[in-house]
């Protein structure tokens, strides 16, 4: 199997409220979207909105509400510690829960987290020992990149 | 916000455990290591595995077990049709579970998910109407690429 990944898929209770909290709330463009479905172009990867129960009946598992924690998290890493609390305000505003606020964190960055309308986990993250390239892709090493 | 991604941390109950099925299992290399994490250097964006309630901590969230789908899926895309069956079957074969076995979708392609150790579900996905570059990356439209 190719050490990759092509798609993550949200499962969401309302596609139009989650739609426009990517869309509107968070500035995103959508690539194309469907009755069921919307995607996001993002660096090389697609993000897709689809409903929970579709998503859950499409994986084949059963559709409960689970409670609380999903047992995954989202991160979308900074330049700039500023950047941090620059993309939590725009979370906020756009309906997301701020679910921890920016802080120093232990392994020497600074982060932050906010959950969108499913309650979908998003860490921003100012990592000083990550490089991100011109397209924002994320190398763990220089040398190492996409 | 920019419309990217950079990180995926899935929340494990046992690192070795799932480390083993990513490493030994699928047959990926470990980018780096810590005592309580693992990197994987996928195409542009880092796969990172975390033990579960310190994934919860670090988010600020409760951290229930939850019941059953977490609401989110991942996906692997492959170039050919027989691609999907042998990288469930590898899946298979490392300890994953067979959550939906391939079969041709109502959208054209034809996909199968398996779940990690955990649960987390990842869905093995040939989408003809979907362009992979030669790094694996994805493009919804052609020229609207990483």
Redesign the interface.
């Known amino acids: 199997?190719?050490?990759?990944?092509?798609?993550?898929?949200?499962?969401v209770a309302d596609l139009t409220r989650s739609r426009a909290f990517y869309e509107q709330g968070?500035?995103?463009?959508v690539?194309?979207a469907a009755e069921q479905v919307v995607?996001?172009?993002?660096?090389?990867?697609?993000?897709a909105l689809y409903p929970?129960e579709a998503?859950?009946a499409?994986?084949?598992?059963?559709?409960?509400?689970?409670?609380?924690?999903?047992?995954?998290?989202?991160?979308?890493?900074?330049r700039r510690r500023e950047e941090v609390d620059t993309?939590l305000a725009?979370?906020e505003r756009a309906g997301g829960r701020i679910?921890?606020p920016a802080q120093a964190t232990f392994w020497g960055g600074y982060s932050g987290?906010f959950?969108d309308p499913?309650?979908?986990?998003w860490?921003v993250?100012q990592n000083p020992f990550?490089e991100?390239d011109a397209?924002?892709?994320?190398?763990?090493?220089p040398g190492?990149?996409?």
């Open positions: 199997m190719e050490q990759r990944l092509s798609v993550i898929t949200l499962g968070l500035g995103w463009t690539g194309s995607f996001f172009q993002l660096n090389g990867i697609v993000l929970r998503l859950a499409d994986a084949g598992v059963p559709s409960s509400q689970g409670s609380g924690f999903a047992g995954i998290a989202l991160a979308h890493n900074v993309v725009t979370a679910a921890k987290y959950a499913d309650g979908h986990l860490e993250a990550w991100l397209a924002g892709n994320v190398s763990l090493a190492q990149g996409a």
